[in-house]
């Protein structure tokens, strides 16, 4: 079993950034692809990036923003830049008992409560 925990979410201004961070229990963290997914209000759950063996993105989110890992710290990390109001929503950390990324929410099997960003025009 993992338990995610999600925090660095906030309210920010266009143009702004904000780093977030999910800190996972348990000792096999490295075996697990990680993956952040966002949920607008009214909208359905959509992946934004996702770190298997290497980093994944949407692109609605690509050279803006960054997720990396540190399996030592048992943590995945998504820094956000250049925000947009558009990307206003819940975000939840996700981890798959695999290694091999996927960008669909079903197939992830851990999950986090999530964190909200805000991002003010």
């Known amino acids: 079993q993992v338990q995610l925990v999600e925090s660095g979410g906030g309210l920010v201004q266009a143009g702004g950034s904000l780093r977030l961070s999910c800190a996972a229990s348990?000792?096999?963290?490295?075996?697990?692809?990680m993956g952040w997914f966002r949920q607008a209000p009214g909208k359905e759950r959509e992946f934004v990036a996702a770190f298997g063996w290497s980093p994944y993105y949407a692109d609605s989110v690509k050279g803006r923003f960054t997720i990396s890992r540190d399996n030592a710290k048992n943590t995945v990390y998504l820094q956000m830049n250049s925000l947009k109001p558009e990307d206003t929503a819940v975000y939840y950390c996700a981890a798959r008992n695999t290694i091999v990324v996927k960008t669909t929410p079903s197939q992830y099997d851990y999950w986090g409560q999530g964190t909200q960003v805000t991002v003010s025009s």
């Open positions: 348990g000792r096999t963290f490295s075996v697990y692809a």
